[in-house]
């Protein structure tokens, strides 16, 4: 009798957890397909933590800075087998905002930063919830700088 209780309970918390980790999946999988307004919602530190989820399931390796006295760094990331180190800047503001050129431009001086301080490339990514203005486009693709605005980050997400 005692055995064949124990083989219930068993069975039964078996059963509790299956249902338990197909539930959090479901919450991570949804989490991970915020639509452009729900990105809008997220805090600041929760925007950052969003990209550095989207970045991690792209497969790259990703360091999430302290949220402050990150010296302009949100995120560290690195491909693969790849030697290139991405810096990433993180600007959560709302869609009456558009990122502007002095905020690449910052980017930029802290990709210098940091490639004085390693032997390895650096590159800069900045990433919005909204979109960039000319001027900041012009820029980054002089300066090398990579820009993802919220659409594409929710493609990214996909």
């Not at 083989?7 to 999988?29: K, Y």
């Amino acid at each position: 009798m005692l055995d064949a209780v124990l083989l219930l309970v068993s069975l039964a918390a078996a059963c509790a957890i299956t249902l338990i980790l197909q539930w959090h999946g479901q919450r991570q999988r949804l989490h991970f397909r915020l639509a452009l307004a729900d990105l809008m919602r997220l805090s600041p530190a929760g925007f950052e933590e969003y990209v550095a989820h989207v970045f991690a399931r792209l497969d790259y390796k990703v360091i999430n800075t302290p949220d402050n006295k990150d010296g302009g760094i949100d995120l560290l990331v690195r491909q693969p087998h790849s030697k290139t180190l991405s810096v990433i800047q993180c600007k959560r503001y709302d869609s009456r905002n558009t990122v502007g050129e002095a905020t690449v431009r910052e980017l930029r001086g802290v990709v210098a930063d940091v490639q004085q301080r390693t032997t390895a490339p650096v590159a800069g990514v900045l990433v919005t919830t909204t979109t960039f203005t000319r001027g900041a486009r012009r820029w980054a693709a002089r300066n090398h700088i990579t820009l993802i605005d919220g659409r594409r980050l929710v493609k990214m997400a996909r």
